[in-house]
């Protein structure tokens, strides 16, 4: 059983007046793209693609990667004559004054385009009148730096390979009586690291352009930084609202970090996700100075305006519309937990799943499957747990046995393996007819050695099942089964915390199936001997006494002496 301490990470932190800020602190964890945007400046013809991830402000970050760099020199577009007395065009660091024309100057340090780009956004346009034309630059021209979104260029592929032969012939012509331009600036884009892959795979040009890959980092790990160089981090993002943290206002943003992150020791480095939160704060508050309180009612607020599904689905378990009990015992049910995954929330639901058997041929249904509401890695998961199963009781003889496997009242697709835990004490309830306690839900996977894996959402899947307890009347008897692996993602609401440290609802961690087994049926698992035979007290004895008899070999019982007269007498009739 956990306790308390061991639910939600603790952190150390100091004061704002005593955090060392490190000079760049929004490029915290950014080695990678410090890197290569470095050898972006020091090779000759090498671009760069930066990979970046949702929820990455790309703005603040793109302007904080420049902070950190020193500007080049400003490049100016002149016009020469080559050794054939042919007007040529060339990009020179020295002004040319004012007797020789200046078609443009590279003076800004960068421009980043995205949605619908255009060519004469790249390269610029010629501007006509009546008696005279002139040169209107693109980014091109007028920049050191091009960002440019990789999926916004990519879709429009007549602009993507005009922008790869460019890159190709190192210049671009503009019109015809322009002579064409030499490229001269830099070329970034920024996508995810999906779409990198795809045009490394895809394109050669892209390959042999953009060498330099900057993935940047999306958590920190405490063990390789302090909290300290993440609260400079914190101060950074909420300089770009105006904003002062108070020192109670780290720990809500620090377990939200760890939250989103689903680790107690990593922390998210999501800026966009942490500006606007910080902006809502200051609504709030209606002040720049921003406190826990103000931090708190923007995360509640936040999950107010997102949880209106979640209401819905908590108001038919209480209208007994859905059937899941939380109290007695039940043979062959058992509850589960599920995440219900929406584009921009999430929720965790109870789920009651249930068992049945008969004589069979040894096949384990899954009906979710068979109904196409299962997906392909809880199928998975199924043939896993039938193989546990017959490598427990299977090893010498087919099972003659077929069971059924069902999530009640589920209408949608299911997937993921992480009720295979659940399905598997399910199963081994049906064939021992022995009752499970529905005051106890479960979550985990399982592989076919019995050992219980990580599974995905375990705060969301706790909190769904604690809040229908709560709501029903918390009892002491009531709690979790999590697999062992999750208990450092634990980052749980202070009401299931409490609850805990009053003894009115338990969490309970588990390597194997035999441990999930046991705390559900209260029945010892049982070991096997050297033939592979269980004690018949055991739960595992009393599975094979069951399989036994399905499959005709159930042992007779000893006859008293005056039974064998009576039956061989009723032999010679």
């Known amino acids: ?67 950190s760099h020193a500007e080049s020199a400003n490049q100016y577009l002149v016009a020469y004559k080559d050794e054939q007395q042919q007007a040529k065009l060339r990009w020179q660091e020295q002004h040319p004054g004012e007797s020789a024309g200046v078609l443009a100057s590279r003076t800004k340090q960068y421009q980043y385009l995205s949605g619908n780009i255009r060519r004469q956004d790249l390269i610029g346009t010629i501007n006509r009148t009546e008696h005279s034309s002139q040169y209107q630059p693109g980014a091109f021209a007028s920049c050191q730096l091009v960002f440019i979104c990789a999926e916004s260029l990519w879709k429009r592929e007549s602009l993507w390979e005009f922008v790869m032969q460019t890159l190709n012939t190192g210049h671009y012509r503009v019109s015809s009586e322009l002579s064409t ?55 950074a993002i909420a300089d770009t609202q105006s904003l002062q943290l108070a020192d109670n206002a780290y720990l809500p943003l620090f377990k939200l970090s760890a939250r989103i992150t689903e680790h107690q020791n990593k922390l998210s480095l999501d800026s966009q996700r942490f500006v606007q939160l910080l902006a809502q704060a200051k609504a709030y508050s209606g ?51 599920t995440v219900i995954d929406l584009a921009d929330y999430s929720y965790g639901e109870p789920a009651r799943i249930t068992a049945s058997v008969h004589y069979g041929d040894g096949e384990v249904a899954d009906i979710e499957r068979k109904s196409e509401l299962g997906g392909n890695i809880h199928a998975k998961g199924m043939m896993i747990l039938s193989s546990c199963l017959y490598r427990i009781f299977g090893k010498d003889a087919p099972l003659h046995l077929n069971a059924n496997i069902v999530f009640e009242q589920s209408y949608q697709e299911i997937d993921g393996d992480s009720a295979s835990l659940a399905e598997y004490c399910c199963l081994i309830s049906a064939i021992a007819e022995q009752p499970i306690l529905q005051s106890l839900a479960v979550t985990g996977a399982i592989d076919q050695f019995g050992n219980v894996q990580a599974i995905g959402g375990v705060n969301e899947k706790i909190e769904g099942f604690f809040n229908l307890c709560q709501r029903r009347g918390l009892t002491g008897t009531q709690g979790i089964i999590i697999p062992k692996a999750n208990t450092q993602q634990l980052n749980l609401c202070n009401s299931v915390i409490q609850a805990i440290e009053k003894d009115m609802f338990s969490i309970y961690q588990v390597e194997h199936i035999d441990q999930a087994v046991e705390l559900l049926m209260g029945i010892s698992a049982g070991d096997a001997d050297a033939q592979n035979q269980f004690e018949k007290e055991t739960l595992y004895g009393m599975v094979q006494a069951r399989l036994d008899q399905l499959a005709g070999q159930e042992e007779e019982p000893e006859l008293t002496p005056f039974a064998k007269v009576l039956t061989k007498l009723r032999f010679f009739r």
Not at 300 to 322: A, L, M
Request: glycine share 6%; with cysteine; hydrophobic share 40%.
């Open 181 to 235: 331009i030499p490229l001269g600036c830099k070329v970034v884009l920024v996508g995810n690291s999906s779409v990198f892959s795809q045009l490394y795979q895809l394109d050669g040009n892209f390959k042999q352009h953009f060498p330099l890959l900057g993935e940047i980092a999306q958590e920190i790990d405490l063990s390789e930084h302090n909290e300290q160089t993440y609260q400079a981090w914190l101060n």
């Open 287 to 337: 002040s720049t100075h921003i406190d826990a309180s103000h931090i708190n009612k923007a995360i509640q607020q936040q999950k107010i305006r997102h949880n209106s599904q979640e209401v819905i689905s908590s108001q038919n378990f209480d209208d007994r519309f859905i059937g899941l009990s939380t109290s007695g015992e039940v043979i062959g049910q058992v509850n589960g937990l």
């Open 1 to 67: 059983m956990l306790t308390s301490s061991q639910l939600s990470p603790t952190y150390n932190f100091t004061q704002i007046k005593t955090v060392n800020a490190p000079e760049h602190p929004l490029l915290l964890s950014q080695d990678r793209v410090i890197d290569a945007f470095t050898l972006l400046y020091a090779t000759n013809n090498q671009h760069m693609y930066l990979a970046d991830f949702n929820g990455l402000d790309r703005s603040l970050f793109i302007k904080a990667l420049l902070d």
